[in-house]
């Protein structure tokens, strides 16, 4: 099997760029469908649709109902094509993001993905997590290609809410640790292959680069500024995470994730915070050696990442929470099973205990 490595079109990271939508719009189609929450279209809603207006792009604006799934898809595309615009542009958290590449996907039609946070990998991947209308996660829907195009603005994305960026930095945690035991199992990656050099490359500097800067830069968005250190967690959340994650595999942390979600006291939990401590459940499976879980734990609480299971809502939990959702997280096909050694329901159960008494013991 080939070694794969696989991208958005364009990558554009820079402050005030959100400004510029329009023109790198217009060359994808001339009347763009705008996926965006209420909230969203208050911040930037004017500034998208102005810049349109000054591309010669026609702009439709649509409110998104909050979660990805069939549903809601279905009743997008539908509207899509009603409407007959010929681009569709995601603009605001990963959910909108997934929508928006699956609607993309089904009606056949360019997509445009601009983060308003740097909360999850999800804006460069060719993927979209469909959950159920209820927010438990169903299936990946695998995607023939990248978005066409990716469009950070530092300005808005830094004027978010610290605990966004924190997710993202959860989410973008586990992308070196996976990519690395995807790579040791000699398993394939989502870009469809085998893990290239560059892949894991891009995944390890996305981990050195939160080890350096992500304390940095949580402190600063508390302060509403924006510092290199916060330009470099948004590249690493975003860009980083995003081609590491793709063409470097997952493996335990976000099959992990994906089994918490079957616990709904979870669900307040933003998706990189559960993928935080699915990291340290990965690590402690894997028996990784003290220092790299310590290394980990270290980097956690400074930021303010989840390390027990207190931390995601479960403190006391009926030990039969635990077991559903360390079979959730190992059914046949999930992405656990790229991990170099066999897992199973009762492995990751106990690994789910040991995390949550190291996380306990060290605090």
Same mark, same amino acid.
């Given at each position: 099997?080939?070694?794969?490595?696989?991208?958005?079109? =364009?990558?554009?990271?820079?402050?005030?760029?959100?400004?510029?939508?329009?023109?790198?719009?217009?060359?994808?189609?001339?009347?763009?469908?705008?996926?965006? *929450?209420?909230?969203? +279209?208050?911040?930037? /809603?004017?500034?998208?649709?102005?810049?349109?207006?000054?591309?010669?792009?026609?702009?439709?604006?649509?409110?998104?109902?909050?979660?990805?799934?069939?549903?809601?898809?279905?009743?997008?595309?539908?509207?899509?094509?009603?409407?007959?615009?010929?681009?569709?542009?995601?603009?605001?958290?990963?959910?909108?993001?997934?929508?928006? =590449?699956?609607?993309?996907?089904?009606?056949?039609?360019?997509?445009?993905?601009?983060?308003?946070?740097?909360?999850?990998?999800?804006?460069?991947?060719?993927? *979209?997590?469909? +959950?159920?209308?209820?927010?438990?996660?169903?299936? +990946?829907?695998?995607?023939? !290609?990248?978005?066409?195009?990716?469009?950070? #603005?530092?300005?808005?994305? *830094? =004027?978010?809410?610290?605990?966004?960026?924190?997710?993202?930095?959860? #989410?973008?945690? !586990?992308?070196?640790?996976?990519?690395?035991?995807?790579?040791?199992?000699?398993?394939?990656?989502?870009?469809? /292959?085998?893990?290239?050099?560059?892949?894991?490359?891009?995944?390890?500097?996305?981990?050195?680069?939160?080890?350096?800067?992500?304390?940095?830069?949580?402190?600063?968005?508390?302060?509403?500024?924006?510092?290199?250190?916060?330009?470099?967690?948004?590249?690493?959340?975003?860009?980083?995470?995003?081609? /590491?994650?793709?063409?470097?595999?997952?493996?335990?942390?976000?099959?992990?994730?994906?089994?918490?979600?079957?616990?709904?006291?979870?669900? *307040?939990?933003?998706?990189?915070?559960?993928?935080?401590?699915?990291?340290?459940?990965?690590?402690?499976?894997?028996?990784?050696?003290?220092?790299?879980?310590?290394?980990?734990?270290?980097?956690?609480?400074?930021? /303010?990442?989840?390390?027990?299971? !207190?931390?995601?809502?479960?403190?006391?939990?009926?030990?039969?929470?635990?077991?559903?959702?360390?079979?959730?997280?190992?059914?046949?096909?999930?992405?656990?099973?790229?991990?170099?050694?066999?897992?199973?329901?009762?492995?990751? +159960?106990? !690994?789910?205990?040991?995390?949550?008494?190291?996380?306990?013991?060290?605090?």
């Amino acid at each position: 099997m080939a070694n794969i490595i696989i991208a958005p079109g =364009k990558y554009i990271q820079g402050q005030g760029e959100l400004s510029n939508i329009g023109t790198y719009t217009r060359p994808l189609g001339e009347s763009a469908f705008v996926l965006i *929450s209420k909230s969203g +279209y208050q911040r930037v /809603g004017g500034q998208v649709e102005e810049s349109f207006k000054a591309a010669g792009c026609a702009v439709h604006f649509e409110y998104f109902n909050g979660e990805c799934s069939k549903n809601e898809i279905n009743r997008l595309k539908a509207q899509l094509s009603e409407l007959g615009a010929t681009v569709v542009v995601g603009i605001g958290g990963g959910k909108i993001h997934d929508t928006a =590449k699956a609607v993309a996907h089904y009606a056949g039609k360019p997509v445009v993905i601009v983060p308003t946070i740097a909360g999850t990998d999800a804006p460069c991947s060719a993927l *979209s997590v469909i +959950y159920s209308d209820e927010g438990v996660f169903e299936e +990946y829907l695998w995607l023939p !290609a990248n978005p066409n195009v990716v469009l950070v #603005d530092t300005d808005v994305v *830094s =004027k978010a809410p610290a605990r966004l960026l924190v997710s993202g930095m959860g #989410d973008a945690l !586990a992308t070196y640790f996976e990519a690395q035991a995807t790579a040791d199992s000699n398993a394939s990656t989502c870009a469809g /292959g085998k893990i290239t050099n560059a892949a894991l490359v891009l995944a390890r500097a996305c981990y050195e680069t939160l080890l350096a800067d992500g304390l940095k830069a949580k402190l600063a968005v508390e302060n509403h500024v924006c510092t290199k250190a916060v330009e470099n967690i948004i590249e690493a959340n975003t860009y980083l995470s995003g081609i /590491g994650f793709e063409s470097g595999g997952l493996a335990g942390a976000h099959a992990i994730h994906n089994g918490f979600t079957v616990a709904p006291e979870t669900h *307040s939990l933003y998706h990189g915070e559960k993928v935080a401590f699915g990291t340290l459940v990965q690590l402690v499976l894997q028996n990784a050696d003290m220092e790299q879980i310590e290394e980990v734990l270290d980097f956690c609480m400074s930021v /303010g990442l989840p390390t027990t299971l !207190a931390d995601l809502g479960l403190a006391d939990a009926d030990p039969k929470v635990i077991r559903a959702v360390a079979e959730a997280a190992s059914v046949p096909g999930e992405t656990i099973h790229n991990m170099p050694m066999e897992v199973t329901a009762d492995k990751v +159960y106990a !690994a789910i205990l040991t995390a949550d008494a190291l996380g306990r013991q060290y605090k």
